[in-house]
T-cell receptor, first 111, second 115 residues
Framework: KQEVTQIPAALSVPEGENLVLNCSFT??????LQWFRQDPGKGLTSLLL?????REQTSGRLNASLDKSSGRSTLYIAASQPGDSATYLC??????????FGPGTRLSVLP | ETGVTQTPRHLVMGMTNKKSLKCEQH?????MYWYKQSAKKPLELMFV???????ENNSVPSRFSPECPNSSHLFLHLHTLQPEDSALYLC??????????????FGAGTRLSVL
């Protein structure tokens, strides 16, 4: 059974810092991996999708990498801003449509 | 705005009530999903529909009954719920059922409280 973990559970950084969020999954047989952002009481917003054949994806200040063989992905946020404060979730698609989510990392960027 | 709309945003119900959650998308997507998000637990997939047909039921209790009348609308009918069913219920849609490029778009969710 696919399991997804995220470290750290919570992170607090001063504005302007670069930071890395980690995601691990137990079964490397995946179609893709997605990173999402969730603001309090809101739904999820897709940030980046990495297909299983890809190594990384970039969007603005965000860069996500994927190492399928080791079951790991990282989300790198450059020059963090208070508006980046949210919970970040990763999810893998092990096959079919059974998306499996991690518990999330709660990020606070302090002004 | 993701293009996926959920109503109501908040719902309080007693254990003997019957209520329904509604999800609507006009993105032209063919797959729709229900998720449950409880405090301190990862997001849990409940149901998946492809072209109006249910293709996944993740061992969800029968007190939750989904309905998908067309590819744009998805309902979750609730009856005789328990307090532990209190959670944020999220709807999502995606262009196709499967594949490496299958990005999901989420609604804002319905916050359900069962008294």
């Amino acid at each position: 059974k696919q399991e997804v973990t995220q470290i750290p559970a919570a992170l607090s950084v001063p504005e302007g810092e670069n930071l890395v969020l980690n995601c691990s999954f137990t079964d490397s047989a995946i179609y893709n991996l997605q990173w999402f952002r969730q603001d309090p009481g809101k739904g999820l917003t897709s940030l980046l999708l990495i297909q299983s054949s890809q190594r990384e994806q970039t969007s603005g200040r965000l860069n996500a990498s994927l190492d399928k063989s080791s079951g790991r992905s990282t989300l790198y946020i450059a020059a963090s801003q208070p508006g980046d404060s949210a919970t970040y979730l990763c999810a893998v698609t092990p096959g079919g449509q059974n998306f499996v989510f991690g518990p999330g990392t709660r990020l606070s960027v302090l002004p | 705005e993701t293009g996926v709309t959920q109503t109501p945003r908040h719902l309080v119900m007693g254990m003997t009530n019957k209520k329904s959650l509604k999800c609507e998308q006009h993105l032209g997507h063919n797959a729709m999903y229900w998720y449950k998000q409880s405090a301190k637990k990862p997001l849990e997939l409940m149901f998946v529909y492809n072209f109006k047909e249910q293709t996944e039921n993740n061992s969800v209790p029968s007190r939750f009954s989904p309905e998908c009348p067309n590819s744009s609308h998805l309902f979750l009918h609730l009856h005789t719920l328990q307090p532990e069913d209190s959670a944020l219920y999220l709807c999502a849609s995606s262009p196709t059922g499967q594949g490496a490029k299958n990005i999901q778009y989420f609604g804002a969710g319905t916050r359900l409280s069962v008294l």
